[in-house]
């Protein structure tokens, strides 16, 4: 059984994770972390899944129904649970309304009631008389593309076993996979080509490969390779055995650690923005550590290369997570380095208080708190960590550090010893 869970708590999506493998250890779960990927885009694959579960309340501002009515009206859906954390009879009963779609109270979700649930949704049924989408046509063509790649002009070897699908958006599939000459475990993106008619994301695609191959660094994730085709094209990265650093503040981070985490998030932006790299879009989920518990920043799909020849942002838009956003993301204004510098700060306030420095009941809302509200106040006895996030989140980005480095100069006299 493949299940994909919709939900933007990492501790919340473990605990799904052991329910459904202690219920049936061949399960296979793919994590879809609204606030990491946001909502998934028209084209998305559901068939591959045989069960949907979803949060009721997505990120403080997105609702899990209104996501549920949209999927519905584009494409069928697989038998769905909603996860409620509280009773709503409004929820309920327009849940109730749609085909196979089971509405359920977090708290009475347990091994027990999880099997008549999936009764209830005719999953068994389902299992019985589907065809797997793995073993068909959408699967087989991700493992021909490396096939294709190593006959394109002789440049690539197809050295990879896919392991198992990870994620996946309206034109790419992520698959954890194995290096066969070294059996080294590895992340591979995968977009086709051919299925897309806006140019802009098949170039942020070979944008991301081409920044990623520019850095090296302990701090960025490492990049192995790439490779494009008129009809495919693949990023390969290093995969990360010890989750992100949104999981890790869901469990409470140590001031210790918050300010170790901060100062190599620091050196990290150091390595890129010494590239005129932006990343834009800095956020505890694409701060990644591996098994040494070394700290490294992922997910540059929308970065940027400051004067470099190609500029995929249009006049206007916005890029980036809202809780994240700088002011002048939010103004669809050109960013600069210390764009991401404004991100940090949104991170180390949320380290070293365990809350999120704005709270709104609308992503406008939430905008408008990142443009005009008040810097947020640390608790009295975080006073002195003040003055850094003063400078990290101001508004006006010629009042903030100015650099990384010199985030990292003031930042480090708090760090000795640790």
């Known amino acids: 059984m493949r299940i994909i869970i919709i939900n933007d708590s990492k501790e919340d999506m473990v605990a799904l994770r052991r329910l459904f493998a202690a219920f049936d250890p061949s399960v296979e779960v793919t994590e879809h972390d609204p606030e990491q990927v946001g909502r998934p885009e028209q084209g998305f694959h559901w068939n591959l899944y045989d069960l949907l579960v979803i949060k009721e309340q997505l990120g403080g501002t997105e609702s899990g129904l209104a996501w549920l009515a949209l999927f519905s009206f584009e494409t069928e859906l697989p038998p769905t649970i909603m996860l409620a954390a509280e009773d709503n009879m409004f929820v309920a009963s327009k849940v109730a309304e749609m085909p196979a779609t089971a509405y359920v ?16 949704l005719g999953v068994y049924e389902r299992l019985a008389g589907k065809p797997d989408p793995l073993e068909g ?28 699908l990870i994620g996946q958006g309206a034109h790419s599939r992520v698959y954890l996979a194995e290096r066969l000459e070294d059996q080294l475990t590895l992340v591979l993106k995968i977009m086709d080509l051919q299925s897309i008619d806006d140019a802009t994301v098949t170039q942020r695609f070979a944008q991301e490969a081409a920044l990623l191959a520019e850095i090296d660094s302990p701090y960025v994730v490492k990049f192995y390779g790439h490779d494009f085709t008129p009809k495919y094209g693949y990023i390969a990265v290093e995969f990360f055995t010890r989750g992100d650093l949104k999981q890790r503040i869901e469990n409470g981070v140590s001031l210790e650690e918050a300010l170790l985490y901060t100062l190599n998030i620091a050196f990290g932006l150091e390595a890129i923005h010494t590239r005129n790299i932006v990343h834009r879009d800095l956020k505890p989920g694409n701060i990644m550590f591996r098994s040494d518990d070394s700290l490294a920043l992922a997910d540059f799909g929308i970065s940027k290369h400051l004067g470099g020849s190609w500029d995929l942002t249009k006049t206007g838009s916005i890029l980036g997570t809202l809780n994240y956003l700088s002011p002048e993301q939010g103004l669809g204004q050109k960013v600069d380095l210390r764009t991401d510098l404004y991100g940090l700060g949104m991170i180390m306030y949320e380290m070293l208080t365990g809350e999120k420095a704005y709270h709104a009941s609308s992503p406008g809302a ?53």
């Open 137 to 164: 046509s959408l699967y087989e063509r991700d493992k021909k593309i490396f096939g294709d790649l190593a006959t394109y002009e002789g440049e690539v070897d197809n050295g990879y076993k896919f392991v198992r």
């Open 105 to 120: 109270l977090e708290s009475a979700f347990n091994s027990e009631t999880l099997p008549g649930v999936l009764q209830s």
């Open 366 to 418: 939430l905008v408008y708190q990142h443009l005009y509200a008040d810097v947020p106040t640390l608790p009295t006895d975080l006073a002195k960590f003040q003055s850094i996030v003063d400078h990290l989140l101001a508004k006006d980005p010629a009042d903030r550090y100015q650099s990384a480095s010199e985030l990292v100069v003031n930042l480090q006299p708090h760090c000795v010893g640790l």
